[in-house]
C-alpha cells in the first residue's frame, strides 16, 4: 500500500511540475506576443501593436519546432499564403501566392536585402536556395508595400533574418536527418531524403562570425506523373548552402558587418504534359555578399546596406519536335544600395528617410533568342520618407511615399499610410483596430522588356492599389483572433499575350478574407488555425491554381517539459488551371482540380538540458492522392528522423 501512495505521490508531483511549466511558459508567451517586436513595417525596431499593416512573425522557437520542413513548407501554413507546387518533386520550382497575387509580386528580402532573380522571366526569387537550419526568423508583411520596399512588394514582403553570432566565444550546432520522398502510390523503403547542416559561431572582443554549411540531397520520385502507369526514372535534387557573417564594433556607436552566401543546387527535370525525359538535367548559382555599416547617436541611427547578387542558371532539355538536346543559359546581376536614417524627435515621433540606387542586368542564350546585357539592363533612383506618430491615446499613424527613378520607362510615385488603434488594453485584455490603404508598383522585367521572341519595350509598370481593414484580439491566458479584409486593384499587370505572343498589360482585382485565431484550452495545448477566402476576377493569365478557400489547423501539444508535439492540417479547396494549349483536355477551357486535405505530423524530444534534440516528421499522414499541379508528381505519405547537437 506503501508502494502504491509513493507512485501516485511521484505521478502527481510530476504533473504539478509539468503544470506549472506550463502555465509560466504561457505566461511569457502572452507578454512576448502583446510586446513583439517586429522590423518589417519600418524597417527598424518597432513594436507590433503600432503598425496598421498585417505582420506574421516566425520565430526561431516555431523553425525548429518545424524540424524537417523546408522554408517553403512553413511558409505555406501562413494565413493568406498559398504555394503552388508546395508538395511536387524538389526538383521542381515553386511558387508563391500571397491573397490571390502572383509570385512576382512578392518580395523577398534576406536582412533587409532584395534578392530578386534578374535571370529570371518573373524576377522572383526561388526559395529553394534557402536553407531552414541557417534561418533565425521571418517576417511577413501583407500588402502593398513599395514604399519602404520598392518594385515587387505588391503583395506582401518576406523578410528572412539570418542567424547571428552568438556571445559565447565559440558554439554551434550540427543537426542530420533522413527521409523517404515517395508518391501516394509508391512506397519505397530507401531513405532518400538526406539533409545535413553545420553551423560555429562567436565573439572574441568587439569581433564576431558565423559559418554555416548545409547539405541536402533528394531521389526516389520522378518530377512527371505517368497516364499509363509506365515507370518513370527518378528525379533526383542536390543542394550546397554556404553562409559566412562576420562583424566588428569599431566604436560603441559604430559597427559593420558583412555576409557571403553561395548556394548551389542540381536537379533532373521532367516537361510535364506526362512525359518523362531522362537527359533533362540543370544547375543554379547564387553568390550574395554585402555590407551594412551602422552609426547609432543621439537621437537615431544611420546605416547603408550594399549588395551584390549573381545568379547563373543552366539547364539541358530535350526538344521532341526537332529531337535535339537544347542548352540554354541564364545570367543575371543585381547591385543595391540602400542608405537609411531613422530620427526620432521624441518617444511618440520618428522619421525614416532614404535613398535606393538599383542596377540590374541579364545576359541569356536559348535556342530561341539571346539577350545582352548590354541592352538588357537598367538602373532606378528611389528618394523616400516615412514618418510614424504614436500618441499617448493608443492610437498610432503610419505614412510614407516613393519616387521611383527608372531609366527605361520613366518615374513612378506610390505612398501608402496606416493606422493603428488599441481600443481596448487591460490586465486580460487587448483589442486593436487597424486599417491601411497602400500602392505598390513592379517594374517589368529585363527578359519581358528584351526578350527577342516576346519581350516588348513598351511595356508599362503594373501597379497595385490595397485596402485592408480588421482587428487583432488577445483576451487573458487562452484567446488570440485576428480578421483582415483586403481590397487589391491591379493596373497594367503584365501578362503574356497568347494572341500575339508577347508580354503585354492587362488588369485585374481580387478581394478576400484572412482570419486566425489560438485558443489555449489547457496549459499544455493549444489549438491554431487560419481560413482564407479569396475572390478574384476570371482572367486566364492569373487564376491558375488559386484555390478560394484555403484552412490551416495546427494542434500544438507540450505533454512534458521536454517534449513536443505538433498535428497540422490543411484543407484546401478546388482550384483552377487555365489549359492554354489543350495539353489536358480542351484548348482555351478550364480544367478544375479537386479539393484535397493533408495532415503532418511532427514530434521532437530534448534531453541534456536541451544540447540533445530528437525530432520526427511524418507529411501526408492520410496518403492523400491528389493533383498539386497539373502533369507532375505529388507527394504521398513520407516520414524524416533526425537529431540536432548544441555545443
Not at 489536358?584 to 479537386?594: C, Q, R, T
Request: aromatic share 12%; charged share 20%; with cysteine.
Amino acid at each position: 500500500m506503501k508502494k502504491q501512495l509513493l507512485i501516485v505521490s511521484v505521478l502527481v508531483c510530476n504533473l504539478v511540475n509539468t503544470n506549472l511549466f506550463a502555465q509560466k511558459k504561457l505566461q511569457k508567451e502572452r507578454v512576448e506576443t502583446l510586446k513583439e517586436i517586429v522590423v518589417t513595417a519600418t524597417k527598424f525596431t518597432l513594436k507590433k501593436e503600432n503598425t496598421g499593416k498585417v505582420i506574421h512573425k516566425i520565430t526561431q522557437k516555431e523553425l525548429q519546432q518545424n524540424a524537417g520542413k523546408s522554408v517553403i513548407e512553413i511558409l505555406n501554413t501562413i494565413a493568406g499564403i498559398d504555394v503552388r507546387g508546395v508538395n511536387t518533386n524538389p526538383t521542381e520550382p515553386r511558387s508563391i501566392n500571397i491573397r490571390g497575387g502572383r509570385s512576382r509580386q512578392v518580395l523577398v528580402l534576406i536582412d533587409g536585402v532584395p534578392v530578386t532573380d534578374q535571370s529570371a522571366i518573373n524576377q522572383e526569387f526561388d526559395l529553394r536556395l534557402l536553407a531552414v537550419n541557417q534561418i533565425e526568423s521571418i517576417e511577413i508583411l501583407k500588402g502593398a508595400s513599395s514604399t519602404l520596399y520598392g518594385s515587387g512588394a505588391a503583395t506582401a514582403v518576406i523578410n528572412i533574418v539570418l542567424k547571428k553570432a552568438s556571445k559565447n566565444n565559440i558554439s554551434g550546432s550540427f543537426e542530420t536527418s533522413l527521409g523517404t520522398n515517395n508518391t501516394a502510390n509508391t512506397s519505397k523503403s530507401t531513405l532518400s531524403d538526406r539533409n545535413q547542416n553545420i553551423n560555429i559561431n562567436g565573439s572574441v572582443g568587439k569581433f564576431n562570425f558565423l559559418a554555416s554549411f548545409s547539405l541536402t540531397g533528394v531521389n526516389g520520385m520522378s518530377s512527371a506523373v505517368s497516364k499509363t502507369n509506365a515507370i518513370f526514372e527518378d528525379d533526383a535534387f542536390y543542394s550546397k548552402n554556404t553562409l559566412l557573417k562576420l562583424g566588428y564594433h569599431i566604436h560603441k556607436n559604430l559597427k559593420i558587418e558583412t555576409f557571403l552566401n553561395f548556394d548551389d543546387f542540381k536537379y533532373d527535370f521532367d516537361a510535364s504534359f506526362f512525359l518523362d525525359n531522362p537527359v533533362n538535367n540543370g544547375d543554379n548559382q547564387q553568390f550574395r555578399f554585402g555590407v551594412k555599416p551602422t552609426f547609432t547617436y543621439k537621437n537615431g541611427q544611420l546605416y547603408l546596406l550594399a549588395s551584390v547578387n549573381t545568379v547563373d542558371r543552366n539547364f539541358d532539355q530535350f526538344n521532341a519536335f526537332a529531337g535535339t538536346l537544347d542548352f540554354y543559359n541564364f545570367k543575371g546581376r543585381s547591385v543595391h544600395l540602400d542608405l537609411v536614417n531613422k530620427y526620432e524627435f521624441s518617444k511618440s515621433l520618428q522619421l525614416i528617410a532614404g535613398i535606393n540606387y538599383q542596377e540590374h542586368s541579364n545576359n541569356t542564350t536559348t535556342p530561341f533568342a539571346i539577350i545582352n546585357k548590354k541592352v538588357a539592363n537598367f538602373n532606378t533612383l528611389d528618394p523616400y520618407a516615412s514618418v510614424v506618430f504614436i500618441t499617448d491615446f493608443g492610437a498610432s499613424f503610419n505614412a510614407g511615399l516613393r519616387y521611383n527613378i527608372h531609366h527605361v520607362y520613366g518615374n513612378q510615385l506610390v505612398y501608402d499610410g496606416n493606422i493603428a488603434y488599441t481600443v481596448l488594453k487591460s490586465e486580460n485584455t487587448n483589442i486593436k483596430l487597424l486599417t491601411s490603404y497602400s500602392t505598390a508598383f513592379i517594374a517589368p522585367s529585363l527578359y519581358q522588356l528584351f526578350d527577342g521572341f516576346a519581350g516588348n519595350i513598351d511595356l508599362k509598370p503594373e501597379t497595385n492599389e490595397t485596402f485592408e481593414a480588421g482587428f487583432d484580439m488577445n483576451y487573458q491566458d487562452w484567446l488570440q483572433l485576428n480578421a483582415v479584409y483586403f481590397k487589391r486593384e491591379e493596373n497594367d499587370a503584365i501578362i503574356f499575350d497568347t494572341t500575339t505572343f508577347k508580354y503585354a498589360n492587362g488588369s485585374t482585382n481580387a478581394n478576400g478574407l484572412e482570419v486566425s485565431t489560438k485558443v489555449v484550452p489547457t496549459a499544455f495545448l493549444s489549438v491554431n488555425a487560419s481560413y482564407t477566402f479569396i475572390n478574384k476576377d476570371e482572367f486566364e493569365d492569373f487564376d491558375d491554381y488559386i484555390p478560394a478557400n484555403k484552412l490551416v489547423v495546427g494542434l500544438d501539444v507540450t505533454p512534458f517539459k521536454n517534449a513536443f508535439l505538433n498535428f497540422s492540417y490543411r484543407n484546401v479547396g478546388k482550384r483552377t488551371f487555365f489549359d492554354r494549349y489543350g495539353s489536358f483536355g480542351n484548348a482555351d477551357e478550364d480544367v478544375i482540380l479537386k479539393k484535397y486535405q493533408v495532415l503532418d505530423v511532427m514530434a521532437n524530444y530534448k534531453i541534456l538540458h536541451g544540447t540533445v534534440t530528437f525530432f520526427t516528421a511524418f507529411t501526408n499522414l492520410l496518403n492523400e492522392d491528389y493533383n498539386d499541379v497539373l502533369g507532375y508528381s505529388t507527394r504521398g505519405r513520407n516520414y524524416k528522423v533526425g537529431i540536432r547537437l548544441q555545443f
